[in-house]
């Protein structure tokens, strides 16, 4: 049986994105890739002469997370750029989970920076 966190991430989503077109939209176009079924859900950013994608997932276990963050590091490579943040949707407000959950790494040159966000 398939679980709802499919649905969980797409309004995690669009809760993220309705948030970075409140709060950037003046200054940078924000661009939805919306779920198609392959596991990639991103925000593009395009702002005058800088460019951002935030992946967003929902956290199931410590592998999958490792597997998002190298789609994230992927995605990257595919439009140059060179940071890509992984918005983390999380079922716990437990900071210290959170805070061992948010990490910055490198893949083939491309910086993964992972933000857990309390989601439950």
Excluded at 59 to 68: G, I, S, W
Aim: charged letters at 25%; one cysteine or more.
């Amino acid at each position: 049986m398939r679980s709802d966190l499919g649905l969980r991430e797409a309004v995690g989503h669009f809760h993220l994105y309705a948030w970075l077109r409140e709060a950037v939209g003046d200054q940078c176009r924000v661009s939805p890739e919306f779920p198609t079924g392959n596991g990639r859900v991103a925000l593009l950013l395009d702002c005058e002469n800088r460019r951002a994608t935030i992946e967003v997932k929902s956290f199931q276990n410590m592998a999958k997370l490792q597997r998002a963050r190298l789609q994230a590091a992927e995605h990257g490579q595919k439009t140059g750029v060179r940071t890509v943040s992984l918005a983390l949707f999380v079922p716990s407000e437990d900071y210290e989970v959170l805070q061992a959950l948010s990490t910055v790494e490198t893949f083939d040159q491309i910086t993964v920076k992972t933000s857990a966000i309390a989601w439950g």
